[in-house]
Nanobody, 115 residues
């Protein structure tokens, strides 16, 4: 299993970013995908999830209405569209899949929201 996140960077408050996570090594279209984040000095926290057919999504209260998770099963990629970014969104963002009774994580991509 390999998960590779990209798309992070420095953005001003109120700005937008779209993260991508390219997956390989498993049948992507048959697994729920999730995004988590970890800010400095804090525990890793759930951000969003999406079912294998995109029929259901779930969000942390802190990002609801601002972030949108989506996936393209033809490209084995999951996305996180982040709008109206706030300084408290600053964190390393990870995608994750629960596969064969284990969580697999990417290396993460840094998102910094600052003026």
């Amino acid at each position: 299993v390999q998960l590779v996140e990209s798309g992070g960077g420095l953005v001003q408050p109120g700005g937008s970013l779209t993260l991508s996570c390219a997956a390989s090594g498993f049948t992507f279209s048959t697994y729920v995908m999730r995004w988590f984040r970890q800010a400095p000095g804090k525990e890793r926290e759930f951000v969003a999830s999406i079912t294998k057919s995109s029929d259901k999504t779930n969000y942390a209260d802190s990002v609801k209405g601002r972030f949108t998770i989506s996936r393209d099963n033809g490209k084995n990629t999951v996305y996180l569209q982040m709008n109206s970014l706030k300084p408290e969104d600053t964190a390393v963002y990870y995608c994750c899949v629960f596969y064969l009774r284990s969580d697999y994580w990417g290396q993460g991509t840094q998102v910094t929201v600052s003026s």
